[in-house]
């Protein structure tokens, strides 16, 4: 008699969900243009300093597309293991999933449009001027760029699961990047040197753990840290 199968737990349902995630990044090229589209279009919208309700529309049609591309991939590949011949039905719904996209794109453009047209033609909504004014803002900023670069990796190399293990290794990225922003955010304050310092012993003890616990490669360890460094480290000097 077989046992029933165990539910899965909070982290695993987790964790299957952003495989489902990098399984789309990694096979289908639409979804990478739009992943980077969204990372342009928010790191924009916060330079040009959109409102609220400005960047809920905006996350709203992101999320939209992406979700519309996803259901897209998933109804393909539900037509293509149900059937190994040539279906004009089968046709018809892929081509319908496929449709749902193109309206899903075309709707984040125009709002695109609407909230920028605006903003970038006024010389007052200088990036540079916004962005140096906003330094916690724009540690955020870093922080989701190396998010979405090493989940971009992952998906490109198939190596590891999104939460453990694989190249890189995304906690190491992320406390080196907490490490060349606190150095940057305190700028030239007397307790710059002792709080950078700290924080740098802190992302190599992060990274030593992932090590240790054999979670991590050293090669995938460095890799992570020198993504999350350089990422925050090029975004402060272009814009303070």
Do not use: C
Request: aromatic share 8%; proline share 3%; charged share 15%.
């Amino acid at each position: 008699m077989s046992t029933p199968r165990r539910a899965p737990s909070l982290l695993e349902s987790f964790n299957y969900s952003l495989e489902g995630i990098i399984h789309v990044l990694r096979t289908q090229r639409n979804m990478r243009i739009h992943f980077l589209v969204a990372a342009v279009v928010l790191v924009v919208a916060f330079a040009a300093g959109v409102t609220n309700y400005e960047l809920i529309a905006l996350l709203l049609s992101i999320a939209f597309v992406l979700i519309a591309e996803m259901i897209n991939t998933a109804i393909e590949s539900a037509i293509d293991t149900a059937t190994t011949s040539f279906d004009p039905h089968a046709k018809l719904a892929k081509d319908i999933a496929a449709g749902a996209v193109l309206i899903a794109s075309v709707n984040a453009v125009a709002i695109g449009y609407i909230v920028f047209a605006r903003r970038l033609s006024d010389p007052s909504s200088r990036l540079i001027d916004r962005v140096r004014n906003a330094p916690i803002d724009l540690t955020l900023i870093a922080l989701v760029v190396t998010i979405l670069i090493v989940i971009g990796t992952k998906a490109l190399t198939g190596r590891g699961t999104p939460l453990r293990g694989g190249l890189p290794s995304g906690h190491a990225a992320l406390a080196f990047a907490g490490w060349m922003a606190a150095t940057y955010v305190l700028g030239d304050t007397r307790h710059r040197f002792l709080i950078s310092t700290l924080t740098f012993i802190m992302a190599l003890l992060v990274a030593q753990t992932r090590v240790e616990s054999g979670v991590h490669s050293t090669l995938e360890v460095a890799y992570g840290g020198l993504i999350g460094a350089i990422v925050t480290l090029v975004l402060f000097q272009a814009f303070t």
